[in-house]
């Protein structure tokens, strides 16, 4: 039976004279009438987790306050202060004094966006106030505290089969008490309630071990499932390498499908080959069934998309590659801030062998450090420039529910040579984009690209002109008629040399005959263009 009038504070003990200090402060606090504190002192502990465990055991106090050795208690009315935040609501089963509202991708808290709390600390060197977002009502719910404080009603084992060290226990607690459904919380403080002289922290000690088991162990409930898609074709070794990508991923909570349209057994069989021998779980294959016609990317990569499950969507062209960060860099933007319609990153030009090259016009880095853009400005600026400065499908992540109709759907009209871009202006404008400075991933330039072939150049050129027109007719993209015959003027300077192409192209018969309805649609949209700037002037 637990004694609801009792509170215990439980040290793990490698120092008494800091102890003994800790405890005077502990009893200089008021403690209100009818209740009764007790002192648990473990010392010799294996680790903070198997010593709070057996404290744990060792009474029948109710509440418990579980506090680092060097922790000097400055609040004198701390237990009626906690008292009270307990009885405000039944749910809240763990308090601390520092945390973060959203745990970072990463899963080091003090690198979240919204932190809130206070301490004197001295974690520089130096003792000073640590102070992060001012709480306005009697406490803020969070995802994780610190450990340098961290008060219960309720009791829960602490993890000492995971985190038997010194780190990452106190987020991990934080995170069992989540998951049990109840609430973390930080109280509103008017000055710190305590006072923490720890020094600089040392985390040379197993940190970044116990970080990743973090990761492993709460990645599935702490973070959102992202679907990692590769349409594949006829590229069995280049695939390889971005499926390799995609398994060293840091984030951990992520589906990988990929959709097979090669014209043969060698992919299938890689593929098996792999899952079989590395067990892998999270990637599901799917071998095309044969259809009438040739199948288009862009019919695979729907394939893909439909397939997914995960909240959070990225493509993996089957001849690019992600940095192992890529995921996780690009998520905790989502995690952290609002209204976030896509993210994407400067991506590093490769050659088939994968050595890097230099930029190339729309791959030319945009900022020089992380930033934040409206998407309305970035759409205009893909519009006036006609460059994919944003990327390919493989460098951005979006929200699957963002997409409200096929992919390359654009004001009612499908893309495809500009699929990505048409997709783009369609998250663009629900929100804010986000550039990350540093290359997450690997653009491939290579032969088997149709980047250079004449028809998907005519192509490219008659969607740019539909993406134009359209979004002058249909959205504020574009809303200034002078701003419009620029763009117009624009693209007819670029593309009035393809005429001369076509021309000499036209004296293949087959040629012509094949490519007759894109050879028309392209002349109309020249003929269209000068009409517009005409009528304009």
């Known amino acids: 039976m637990m004694n609801d009038k009792k509170i215990a504070f439980i040290y793990c003990v490698n120092n008494r004279d800091l102890y003994e200090e800790s405890v005077r402060y502990v009893k200089s606090l008021h403690v209100p009438d009818g209740y009764e504190i007790e002192f648990i002192a473990i010392e010799g502990a294996q680790s903070i987790t198997s010593g709070y465990n057996q404290a744990m055991k060792q009474t029948d106090a109710k509440y418990k306050v579980y506090l680092h050795q060097d922790v000097y208690i400055n609040n004198k009315n701390f237990i009626s202060d906690i008292m009270n935040i307990f009885k405000q609501d039944t749910q809240i089963g763990l308090i601390g004094m520092i945390g973060a509202k959203v745990i970072p991708t990463n899963g080091i808290w003090w690198e979240s966006n919204n932190k809130y709390g206070k301490v004197y600390d001295s974690h520089t060197g130096r003792m ?314 690997y653009f491939r330039l290579h032969v088997g690209q149709n980047a250079h072939d004449i028809i998907n150049i005519i192509n490219g050129a008659v969607e740019w002109y539909k993406l134009i027109n359209d979004s002058y007719h249909q959205t504020d993209y574009i809303s200034d008629l002078s701003d419009f015959r620029e763009i117009l003027t624009s693209w007819l300077e670029q593309n009035i040399h393809i005429t001369k192409k076509i021309q000499k192209l036209l004296l293949d018969k087959e040629f012509a005959m094949l490519n007759n309805i894109i050879i028309n649609q392209f002349y109309d949209c020249l003929e269209d263009c000068i009409k517009s700037i005409k009528g304009i002037s």
């Open 128 to 441: 000073g106030l640590l102070s992060f977002k001012e709480i306005r009502n009697s406490f803020e719910s969070v995802q994780a505290v610190d450990g340098l404080m961290m008060i219960t009603q309720y009791d829960i084992k602490w993890r000492e089969d995971i985190f038997n060290g010194w780190h990452f226990y106190d987020i991990s607690q934080s995170v069992e008490f989540l998951k049990k459904g109840y609430k973390v919380v930080i109280p509103r403080q008017q000055e710190p309630w305590c006072t923490h002289d720890c020094g600089v922290v040392n985390i040379k000690n197993g940190y970044e071990h116990y970080r990743k088991n973090f990761l492993e162990e709460y990645s599935g409930f702490l973070f959102p499932l992202v679907s990692i898609l590769i349409p594949t074709y006829n590229r069995p070794s280049m695939l390889m390498e971005a499926l390799e990508s995609a398994l060293k991923q840091t984030y951990k909570n992520i589906e990988i499908i990929i959709c097979d349209d090669s014209t043969n057994e060698e992919t299938r069989l890689m593929i098996d080959f792999l899952l079989e021998k590395q067990r892998v779980k999270n990637v599901k294959y799917i071998k095309n069934k044969k259809k009438l016609g040739k199948r288009t990317g862009l019919e695979n990569a729907q394939k893909c998309f439909e397939l997914a499950n995960g909240e959070f969507i990225n493509f993996l062209l089957d001849d690019d590659k992600f940095t192992p960060d890529k995921i996780s860099k690009m998520v905790n933007y989502y995690l952290q801030f609002d209204n976030i319609s896509l993210v994407t990153s400067y991506r590093q030009t490769i050659n088939e062998k994968g050595e890097l090259l230099n930029p190339i016009r729309s791959t030319e880095k945009l900022f020089e450090k992380d930033s934040f853009i409206d998407g309305k400005e970035l759409g205009r600026y893909i519009l006036f420039n006609m460059l994919n400065v944003i990327g390919e499908f493989t460098t951005v992540l979006f929200r699957k529910k963002d997409i409200t109709g096929p992919l390359g759907n654009y004001l009612g009209r499908q893309y495809a040579p500009l699929s990505d871009v048409s997709t783009w202006l369609h998250l663009l404008d629900k929100g804010q984009a986000v550039y990350i400075a540093e290359p997450l991933s």
